[in-house]
């Protein structure tokens, strides 16, 4: 088992090598263009960090109103987590949708009280976050997540 291993960190040091040095051979799938190729020697032990941002925090306002702790949030396209408290009296959850009235993105369930991590593939553009709760969106629980 453990020579399996050996061969694959040893295959893996060796494209990492390879791209390091400027190799003209386009045996890599990566769409990224030649001058990154500085910075894949170190994204070989690290490809995995590299690759999730740390996630967005929201909260519904904890006094009981019908709003967010924020009224924007901003990530990186690709996989968004963002992690969603209700410490309200009132349960609520979390929507995005496309622009202002989109196909759904995601959503959490509508909870009461502690936390749940909403995880969504989201291309560049602008989304709504809301609460699906009926009343609640149009009392001001919304915001607007731009996505770059
Ligand atoms: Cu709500």
Redesign the pocket.
């Known amino acids: 088992m453990s020579k399996i291993w050996a061969g694959l960190i040893a295959a893996l040091a060796a494209v990492g090598i390879a791209a390091c040095g400027g190799s003209s051979s386009s045996s890599s799938t990566k769409t990224s263009a030649p001058a990154s190729a500085t910075t894949s020697s170190a994204a070989t032990s690290s490809a995995a960090a590299a690759g999730t941002s740390a996630p967005l925090t929201l909260a519904?306002d904890p006094s009981g109103q019908?709003k967010f702790t924020k009224t924007t949030l901003s990530a990186k396209a690709g996989e968004v987590k963002i992690e969603f408290t209700n410490q309200a009296s009132?349960?609520?959850?979390l929507t995005i949708v496309q622009g202002s009235g989109g196909a759904v993105a995601g959503a959490t369930p509508t909870f009461q009280g502690g936390t749940k991590t909403l995880s969504v593939k989201l291309k560049p553009g602008t989304y709504t976050f809301y609460?699906s709760?009926p009343g609640?969106r149009q009392a001001g629980?919304q915001g607007t997540l731009t996505v770059q």
Do not use: D, G, I, R
């Open positions: 519904a019908l009132l349960p609520h959850n609460c709760v609640h629980m």
